[in-house]
């Protein structure tokens, strides 16, 4: 059975997306810890992180590293974390994090609740600095 990442990626569940190349895409989390709270998804379903063959693994911290950066020039934060806890889903993948202070680095953490349209705004803003 599909993992809910690949039915984002076919298009199936609807999603906030951020960008998107042949092997990854980044969209908005629905439970953000905070504003911009991204993930970055191989394409290809795999459970494990560190199962990923090293090339993809790669590309997934460059292409992470792109969002990154319209991350940062679209969300007020003095840095833009990466983790990577992977047991949420069955399919490899990172969070980019904005924040302020390392305590919201917290995934654990209180959600917050954004409207379908401030996600879609959230989302429009950080696309339109991402530089591929």
């Known amino acids: 059975m599909s993992s809910i990442f690949t039915r984002i ?3 199936e569940i609807p999603s906030h997306k951020i960008a998107e190349s042949e092997h990854f895409i ?3 989390d629905i439970n953000p810890v905070v504003k911009g709270h991204t ?3 191989p394409k290809e379903e795999v459970d494990y992180l ?3 063959d090293g ?3 790669a590309g997934l911290i460059l292409f992470s590293k792109k969002v990154a950066r319209a991350l940062d020039k679209s969300i007020a934060c003095k840095r833009v974390g990466l983790m990577v806890i992977g047991t949420e889903v069955p399919h490899a993948h990172v969070h980019l994090i904005p ?3 390392e305590s919201q680095m917290n995934i654990s953490g209180p959600k917050l609740d954004f409207t379908k349209e401030e996600m879609s705004e959230i989302a429009a803003s950080i696309a ?3 530089e591929p």
């Open 26 to 28: 980044a969209f908005l």
């Open 99 to 101: 924040f302020q202070r």
């Open 9 to 11: 990626i076919k298009g």
């Open 50 to 52: 560190f199962d990923l």
């Open 39 to 41: 993930l970055v998804v």
């Open 55 to 57: 090339g993809t693994l």
């Open 128 to 130: 339109g600095n991402f």
